[in-house]
């Protein structure tokens, strides 16, 4: 109609000016993205801000009070153990102690700390500040606290008053050494001296900030300042900030660091949980490195000359085999058949990430105690039908339960890895019902406290180079999780290796039991080691890569 | 559109549309209004264009197994020798779309996914569609504090935005699988087909042919079912397939968000698009776009006919 | 008046605490509670027997029930389970990111829907209006999360036109004052952080204002053609010049109450539409926060709060509309 050509050159302006202000907030953006990658990149070897994007919020900066990978990354900066890793291995090395030993009996440990070490509130790294980490672990007060140690209970058995508690006392024999006596060996130690959990903390701050205070809040818990706002360890970097609105923490070189000094000024963990969002970041140039990238993704990345840092890998799937409600699988044929249904190389080819690698056993060739000569379990459907044949098991229906909303290092792809296994399994004539729970919605309730599954996928990253770490945590007692109360021998085969304090004796005895698990055993089948990876900007340098997931940033350093 | 009144509240303005649709279907001589649309659907370019999309859908989602060149679940060898986690095979002898990301043949997932698709969306509609006219025709037709509860719970599902409501449906859901998805999303239309029924009776109750019919004795129940039901239907029918565009929809973004159905074997475009098409983006993004094109194609169909049905009801448009 | 006021507001709590014990009780009938949340894959069935004592888990459910209607009433919703921090915190800080974000795709639906709605309408039947008829079609059919990706894809990685995701750059260290972060920018004389949340703005806001955009011209396009065919508009025309002004007055005001009322039904699906956003962007608003706490662990504190937050909105907000149709229109009766 006749709008008049007043009203229609009002509608033309408006429009053009609205046209023109995107414009400009657009090439006010690209000024403005060219001046926040410019300052980064145009620095020299040392300085500069390095923005890792990992995955997940951390719970608190108390190493004692977590146990995940996303909380650890930022505490492992900020902290040290006694023992460490060389980076990129999972060999030990000296950490706050130069050296360490045992005595013969495996029970008493004595570590000889470095000397003029100081925590970031400025008070000395010393016998007594060790002995007092020590001692408020086992002397934690209060469920809420203890039922958050779990690194600690896993380790060390149980808190003061407990009868399954290791850990006995503590002595500062002189300043600079630390006597740990346990109540009885563990295969565990000296490697889970590594762990982050057991980072050695500031006794005066954590008395100041009143780190042993953690409350019932409803549903979950409350810290104190200490883990929230005022970790205190010895590490490459302070403490700068969780800036929550945007996810970023922000950590400080530490200037006074015992070590080899952080070569970056600046090191800010950018939290983006979804891994597309990440790599997008990445090629955006807003972050120089990324965690945890898409299997599908990295040969592109490496293509478009990003380094792609693969870790060694030091993880495990496994297809998990509960014997209490299927009788059938207790018959150690009808196991043997699923392993032998199992098209592994397939799966490890079109679904692996770069570097995987079918698993003949449940710990990776690393870590002593690896079986070189075990029995292999090469794909054959045939093989598979006849044992099941032999069993009396032919048309076995089984119920095959598997994670949703996941995505671990091991294995990436919950669903994809289910429907190709499954798949595998109708095959050789096990028909299979697959059921799909969340994986804090009921997969861990029902998989590993009521045990209603026949078959589930699941698996591990290892803590330290100790087969204990691997075989002896799936397999060293009776667990519902493989409904396997019958097989004691393995039980005790196990412990006795466990407890064996001669590390070429722990070895062979591995070894052997490595072999009955193939042979003998077989409460699962193990699938594949999967190696994660990192990926990070071209400019990025001295980043090693952990098996154990564990790298440190103080080596890093970003060149022009 | 309703000319009264300033800024209304979400519920208001769904609720008057919904009222709208009604009071037009409800005027008498609904034979020859349903005719008069009829001839006016059938010279409306857009209607044609929305029926021969959703005539084609039908078709190939009822015809799968007979268009589909493979099975949609089996993983085949030619395939998976190729496949690995960075490179997804294209279109080869035997498999014109190439291979998902598992080495199953992607075209046979895409036509039997209009299956699938078709089942949730009409299942979803359905659903909202018989609890909604039962709710709505008991509100209607007893009247009373029972209409009142009804359209006062009606009410708040109303205010909602019909994601959110599925999307809350799911989190309080134990867990999520295909009717999970279908419950949430049917829940979610319950309020309109009620909203709608309810004002069709209340409409139909004061006019001439109910009011002789209760004078001549006639049982109310007969009254409802065989009058008054009856003359709603149009009203229903183009609600529905406006729900229907709705349904898959956010069907899909609920796959997208990691609620969907979690069985990822089911052929489903919402489920592929959501899930496989995102993930594997870069390495083929076919798995994306064929999907998304298919939701969008249908979407659209359902749209255009529903709003060209909705026109041609329009008394006004007899002028 | 004020009784009714009062009738509402009792009406209110009723409801409230009737919704908040539902949720409750159906929340903990779900399998994997708080505990599996909570647990690693290193639990031991120990831990997690510490744990459920230490959350309380083992005491009746009546207790447990009394221990949450207490902390409820004093504002207490405990802290989330993801996070740590307590709810409200979590709660408040997502708040603004989901307001900015609905704000600027408001701005965009209503500042580039009116204008074109009008000029199709004008020009129906020819060139701009059909097309413009095909584009919204297309609009409100295809799948924003999918077309967010699409522009992620185009516009952020091969040319570096917009940032892909998140509020602001990375390590800039803006002052936060609202959480507004373009706002806040222009309180604390950090122009430069306003403007480069603005370009973080823009993407997101115009993945936002599809759907709303596109049912706007759509809507604006028939009122105005509705009110061009009424017969006092032609009368009006017919009278010539001098009444023509008066009429295109007369039209623009009358075609734009449908439009406002759109408006209204549009900022509700506005949110819908903020939780597929927000997760293809990592903005961090509510959308987010639901998805977060769906998805993976299922954060029951947050969601408690959350359900609740909407309850409460929804009812005063419907409070506030009837009554102020009572005030605007005293023959309305606020029953």
């Known amino acids: 109609m006749r709008a008049s050509g007043m009203q229609a050159r009002r509608l033309r302006t408006v429009i053009a000016a609205g046209v023109i202000a995107a414009l400009t907030i657009g090439a006010a953006g690209c000024a403005e993205s060219d001046r926040d990658s410019g300052g980064d990149e145009g620095k020299a070897a040392t300085g500069g801000t390095f923005i890792f994007a990992g995955a997940g919020d951390p719970k608190n900066f108390d190493p004692i009070f977590n146990d995940d990978g996303e909380s650890f990354r930022p505490i492992r900066q900020m902290y040290d153990t006694l023992v460490t890793h060389k980076p990129g291995t999972a060999e030990l090395e000296g950490g706050l102690a130069e050296s360490w030993s045992n005595d013969p009996t495996g029970k008493i440990w004595t570590f000889k700390l470095r000397q003029g070490v100081k925590f970031h509130d400025g008070s000395a790294l010393d016998a007594a500040a060790v002995c007092a980490n020590f001692d408020r672990w086992y002397n934690m007060k209060g469920e809420a606290a203890q039922s958050q140690m779990i690194y600690y209970t896993d380790i060390f058995g149980g808190f003061a008053g407990s009868p399954d508690a290791v850990y006995d006392n503590c002595k500062a024999q002189d300043p600079a050494t630390a006597v740990v006596t346990m109540k009885k060996y563990k295969g565990a130690f000296p490697g889970a001296f590594t762990l982050t959990a057991f980072s050695i903390a500031s006794p005066t701050a954590m008395k100041q900030y009143d780190s042993d205070k953690v409350t019932q809040n409803g549903d979950s818990f409350a810290y104190s300042t200490f883990a929230t706002e005022h970790p205190t360890g010895t590490g490459a970097f302070t403490y700068g900030g969780w800036n929550k609105a945007t996810g970023e923490i922000t950590l400080n070189k530490n200037p006074d660091y015992w070590g080899n000094k952080a070569k970056v000024d600046k090191l800010i963990i950018k939290i983006i949980k979804d891994e597309n969002t990440r790599k997008q970041e990445l090629r955006a140039g807003t972050v120089q490195a990324i965690d945890f990238p898409a299997p599908a993704d990295r040969k592109a990345l490496a293509d478009e000359g990003y380094q792609v840092l693969n870790r060694p890998a030091f993880n495990i799937l496994y297809l998990g085999i509960n014997q209490k409600n299927n009788p059938k699988l207790k018959d150690l044929r009808v196991r043997q058949a699923i392993a032998y249904a199992l098209n592994r190389a397939q799966l490890v080819q079109t679904k692996g990430p770069g570097g995987a690698a079918v698993a003949d056993e449940f710990l990776p060739n690393t870590v002593a105690g690896y079986a070189p000569d075990v029995q292999k379990y090469e794909y054959s459907v045939d093989k598979a039908k006849q044992l099941l044949a032999e069993a009396g098991a032919t048309g076995l229906t089984l119920n095959f339960y598997y994670p949703t909303e996941v995505s671990r290092p091991y294995m990436p792809n919950p669903q994809e890895i289910f429907t190709v296994l499954a798949n595998d399994l109708q095959a050789a004539g096990i028909k299979v019902n697959g059921v799909p729970r969340p994986w804090n919605g009921g997969f861990k309730d029902d998989v590993q406290q009521f045990g209603k599954q026949d078959l589930h996928i699941l698996g591990w990253t290892g803590d330290y180079n100790d087969p204990g770490n691997f075989v002896g945590t799936f397999f060293g007692r009776a667990k519902v999780e493989f409904g396997d109360a019958s097989m004691t021998d393995m039980f005790t085969a196990i412990g006795k290796a466990d407890a064996t304090v001669d590390p070429a004796a722990k070895k062979a005895a591995f070894e052997q039991v490595n072999r009955d698990l193939a042979t003998k055993w077989l409460p699962a089948v193990p699938i594949w080691h999967a190696p994660p990876a990192l990926v990070t900007t071209k400019n990025v340098q001295g980043l090693v890569p952990s098996p154990l997931t564990a790298e440190e940033f103080n080596t890093v350093s970003l060149t022009k | 559109m309703s000319r009264t009144g300033g800024i209304s509240t979400l519920a208001d303005h769904k609720r008057r549309r919904i009222d709208e649709l009604t009071a037009r279907t409800a005027e008498a001589g609904g034979v020859s209004l349903i005719r008069d649309a009829g001839r006016r659907l059938l010279r409306d370019p857009t209607a044609i264009v929305g029926g021969v999309i959703i005539l084609l859908f039908l078709i190939i989602a009822i015809f799968a197994p007979l268009v589909a060149p493979h099975d949609p679940v089996q993983r085949f060898p030619e395939l998976t020798q190729h496949l690995t986690v960075d490179s997804i095979p294209g279109a080869t002898a035997g498999h014109p779309l190439g291979s998902d990301p598992l080495g199953r043949d992607f075209a046979s997932r895409m036509i039997y996914g209009a299956r699938q698709t078709l089942f949730v969306g009409v299942l979803a509609t359905l659903i909202g569609l018989l609890l909604g006219v039962l709710l709505g025709a008991i509100a209607g037709a007893v009247g009373g504090w029972v209409d009142v509860l009804i359209m006062r719970i009606t009410d708040v599902m109303l205010a909602l935005p019909s994601l959110l409501l599925a999307i809350t449906l799911v989190a309080l859901a134990s867990r999520s699988t295909q009717w999970t998805v279908i419950i949430a999303v049917a829940v979610v239309n319950v309020p309109i087909f009620a909203r709608l029924l309810r004002g069709s009776m209340l409409a139909q109750r004061e006019s001439d042919h109910v009011l002789a019919a209760r004078a001549l004795g006639v049982k109310r129940r007969d009254i409802v079912l065989r009058h008054m039901l009856p003359n709603s239907l149009t009203a229903v029918i183009v609600q529905a397939t406006l729900t229907f565009a709705v349904a898959i929809l956010d069907a899909a973004a609920l796959s997208f968000l990691g609620l969907g159905d979690p069985d990822i074997n089911r052929a489903e475009w919402g489920l592929m698009l959501g899930v496989d098409g995102v993930r594997y983006f870069e390495v083929r993004p076919e798995l994306a776009y064929f999907p998304a094109l298919a939701i969008i194609a249908v979407a659209l169909g359902f749209t255009l006919l529903g709003e060209s049905m909705r026109e041609a009801l329009d008394p006004k448009n007899r002028r | ?335």
């Open chain 3, 1 to 335: 008046m004020v009784r009714v006021i009062l009738r509402r507001l009792i009406q209110l709590v009723v409801t409230l605490i009737a919704l908040m014990t539902l949720v409750f009780f159906w929340l903990r009938s779900l399998p994997g509670g708080p505990v599996d949340a909570l647990l690693g894959e290193r639990a031991t069935p120990q831990t997690r027997e510490l744990l459920t004592r230490a959350l309380g888990y083992d005491q009746p459910i009546w207790v447990q029930y009394g221990r949450f209607l207490k902390n409820v009433v004093t504002g207490n919703f405990g802290n989330s389970i993801r996070t740590g921090e307590p709810v409200m915190e979590v709660i408040s800080r997502s708040f603004p990111a989901t307001i900015e974000l609905a704000v600027a795709a408001i701005i965009i639906a209503i500042g580039l829907g009116i204008p074109l709605g009008y000029l199709a309408a004008r020009h129906r039947g020819r060139l701009l209006d059909n097309a413009t008829i095909i584009v919204t079609l297309i609009g409100i059919s295809i799948p924003i999360f999918f077309l967010g990706y699409l522009l992620k894809d185009w516009l952020t990685q091969d040319i570096h036109f917009f940032p892909p995701s998140g509020r602001i750059s990375t390590g800039l260290g803006n002052t936060d004052v609202t959480g507004f972060f373009v706002l806040d920018g222009l309180l604390t004389r950090e122009l430069d952080a306003s403007a480069d949340a603005l370009w973080h703005l823009v993407l997101p806001a115009f993945t936002l204002a599809t759907i709303p955009l596109a049912i706007i011209i759509r809507i604006t396009r028939a009122s105005v053609l509705d009110v061009l065919d009424e017969d006092y508009v032609r009368t009006a025309d017919a009278k010539g010049l001098r009444d023509a002004t008066i009429r295109k007055r007369h039209v623009l005001r009358n075609a734009l109450l449908p439009v406002v009322t759109t408006i209204g039904l549009q900022t509700g699906a506005l949110l819908a539409g903020a939780v597929l956003t927000e997760k293809v962007y990592n903005w961090g608003g509510l959308g987010t926060l639901i998805t977060d706490s769906i998805s993976g662990s299922r954060d029951y504190p947050v969601l408690q709060a959350l359900i609740l937050l909407a309850a409460v909105v929804f009812i005063v907000v419907n409070l506030l509309v009837d009554l102020s149709y009572a005030v605007i229109d005293p023959r309305v009766r606020v029953q």
